[in-house]
């Protein structure tokens, strides 16, 4: 049986959407988007999860749903062929997430790695595992995983295109689906993960050179930020702590600027912008032997950023003129896909043998059963 292919991704509104997101999943959505051959392509804005770690900010998460929109809109995603919706529109979500709870122990969720980091990353305890999980955490926070089953199982998708750091969720989710299936019968649909196939793209570092870009460290480059704001972020990019005079042998490796340039440069920019070279190999050999100084490198990055970004930009632009029109925009994908929630939520009690007042059969077996 060839399988309908039925797509879903989201991001949270904590802030406004970087080249992070940009590289690790909505260039991705975008391709896949302008390929077709789905059946359904569903992107939404995460604001109960959100909620989960800024429920005490919910200004926070209200101003940043219409930011992410137009991130959306501006990268070209397009309402005629994606549903976009808001994750809190959709009460179908919380239900099932209610089921799912039975399914998932307390142990697995401590196992969760990606769960650990951002429990340690916003405070919620202190370092090592057992004050990690102590009783400052939030239950909704340490829960979300079993919240995003619910978002991916919902609409029965079969592809989840996502950073490295969602590979945990997605794993957790195909356990929840076959526990499902195993005690309730086949109900629920197995997600993919869609990694990006770049490598600097599974987890695009801060311009900081940590970890990983996220809205919540302020290492950021945002798609919405004008050329002369990138600029200043590129200029203070970290890039090799060693290489103090230009003479200076340089790294490539934990480099910010060349892991940038792994992720956004083609062989094509080096025609249009630095022809004193044949590719990217060519530069990072000029770099690793010494002589070629950061300025020069980075000027080439910002040169193919605004290259990529510049479009975006003016879409924004174009967008920002008529926000109600976003708004009525993710009001329609939300009753879309609350609908298709809905059908799902409604196999799920079936399965559950929690759909009384549809099943006759078992009125009937009741009544026989009180009148002998
Ligand atoms: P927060 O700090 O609030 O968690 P975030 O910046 O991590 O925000 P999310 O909304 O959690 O963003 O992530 C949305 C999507 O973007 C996910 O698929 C995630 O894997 C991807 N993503 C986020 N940051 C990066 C990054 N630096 N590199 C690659 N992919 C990323
Ligand atoms: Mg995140």
Redesign the pocket.
Known sequence: MAEKRIIL????P??RL?I??Y????RNRVAIQNAGGFERMFVFI?DAQ?LTDNFDNPEKVRQNIIEVALDYLSVGLDPSKVTLFIQSQIPELTELAFYYMNLVTVARLQRNPTVKT?IAMRGFGADGEEAAFGSGLPVGFFTYPISQAADITAFKATEV??????KPMIEQTVEIVRAFNRIYGETLVEPKVVL?SNAA??????TDGKA??????GN?IYLSDTAEQMHKSVMSMYTDPLHINVSDPGHVEGNTVFTYLDAFCRPEHFGRYWPDYADLDELKAHYTRGGLGDVKVKKFLEKILNEELDPIRARRKEFEKDIPAVYEMLKKGSEAAREAAAATLDDVKRSMKINYFEDKALMEEQARRFSE
């Open positions: 991704t989201g991001d949270r904590t802030g970087h992070g997101h590289v690790g999943s909505l995460a959100a951002e295109p996502v950073g490295e750091d969602q990006p793209c599974l987890r695009l570092p801060g990983k870009m996220s809205k919540s460290l950021c």
